[in-house]
């Protein structure tokens, strides 16, 4: 994603914002016992000229933007580097990552997926080396929040996940929430919703009243992910989410909880809340459709921002999905965007950790968020007077890091729950299953997955 795209949750926001060092003094440090001894240098000023391969998933309005900013001022800064860059969808990126990281000529930095069937993959082949030295270099290990890099820490052989080496390191926080047009919600005479409750009464008084309430575009299936977890989050507890959703042994699928989400799901679908046909949509035309207010609510992350601004000016919000009865807190899928990683293969370590640390520094967070994005570090001293949909999602990660409840994407759980949960969910919305088999498909999923 997004996708993006896309964790153990976050109790905090990193209180300081990242600072890129200087010329540090070489130093020699093993990254890890089946990598050889890399001589660690921060000043890349003097290196040989080079050109460096980055690959990176950030192709919408507000993420190029960020990131072609950020690459022209590093090549100024370093004109012995350039920068090759290779854009593309998260869809593409996931499906091509894999053998370019296996081969001669693949990225030296990619942005990798935190889920085990990306990132916990790639660390348990070797292909990606571990940041440990350069997390002390740059002091990435002090600046950002221990559960912030927990979402890029895996055990060397890839099995453990949240504890271990750091293995990435994100730009930006997110969160999956709710946009809606203010114009719209006046036209069915409706306001903003407070509660859980309130939201799906809404849904079914403008299903009443001849709307769409639910805009989505599922044919890629991850979509319907998202959906699932700001349905869960409404129904299930913090502590259960995050055990199945990092595929941790100690809970199970068959919960109270979940069986209501999934009955909820179930509701949606066949009280026809959802747009026609949105099973075999596609992500990008839905949100775009909803930009022109073919529905009232959209369900997504806050990475959509600047994109759905410039398409809806003012008359787009966005919201987290606001408190469900059940829960004391508010709690929604999110945490970190996709991290930056190096390959194993990389011509040089240190010029792609540098990249790394300059698309991450105290200056870079503030380019993210003139641009829309949401920085990861000191994300409230941003928003300023803002009123826009991009000052809603600043707030709304700082209120859900600081006083929610922040839950992982549930493909985490294993190197295929993308494809198990996103199918299962896929079955559920289009009346070909049912919450009972949905439940006992994911807990056999679940069980598989916690045997490895």
Known sequence: MKHWQRTVAITAMAALSIGALGGCAPQKSSESSDQKTTEIVTDISKLPEQTLTVW???????????????????????????????SKSYDDLTTTLALALSGEDGPDVAQTDNARSMMGKFVSAKQLVSLEPWAK?????????????????????????????????????????????????????????????EFTEDLQTIKDKGGTPLMLGNV??????????????????????????????????????????????????????????????????????????????????????????????????FMLPPMSKNMDKVQTTGGTGLPFTISSKAKDKNVAAAYIDFITNKDAMKILAETGNVPINDTAS??????????????????????????PYMNYASPTMDKDLGAALQRLLAGESNPDKFIETMEGHYTKAIQR
């Not at 072609?68 to 800064?77: D, G, R, S, V």
Request: glycine share 10%.
């Open 382 to 407: 941003y928003v300023g007077n803002k009123t826009d949909v991009t000052a809603d999602v600043l707030t709304a990660f700082e209120e859900l890091t600081t006083k929610g409840n922040v839950l």
């Open 137 to 197: 270099a740059y002091e990435w290990d002090k600046n950002y929040s221990k559960d912030i890099l927990n979402y890029a820490r895996y055990s060397a052989d890839g099995k453990d996940f949240g504890t271990g080496n750091l293995y990435g390191l994100p730009q930006v926080g997110e969160s999956v929430g709710i946009y809606y047009a203010p114009s719209e919600l006046k036209k069915y005479g409706l306001d903003t919703p407070k509660t859980w409750e």
């Open 56 to 86: 990176d998933q950030e192709s919408r309005g507000g993420q190029n933007e960020q990131i072609e900013k950020l690459n022209k001022e590093f090549q100024e800064k370093y004109p012995n580097i350039k920068i090759k860059r290779v």
């Open 220 to 317: 890629e299936q991850w979509p319907g992910i998202h959906v699932w977890g700001v349905v869960q989050g409404a129904n299930e507890n913090a502590d259960t989410v995050r055990t199945l959703g990092f595929g941790n042994q100690g809970t199970s699928w068959k919960s109270q909880g979940n069986k209501k989400a999934a009955e909820t799901l179930e509701t949606w679908a066949k009280n026809g809340y959802f747009n026609e046909g949105f099973n075999g949509l596609d992500y990008d035309s839905v949100w775009q459709s909803f930009s022109k207010k073919e529905g009232v609510f959209l369900i997504a992350g806050s990475w959509l921002a600047p994109d759905l601004q410039a398409a809806m000016k003012d008359d787009v919000k």
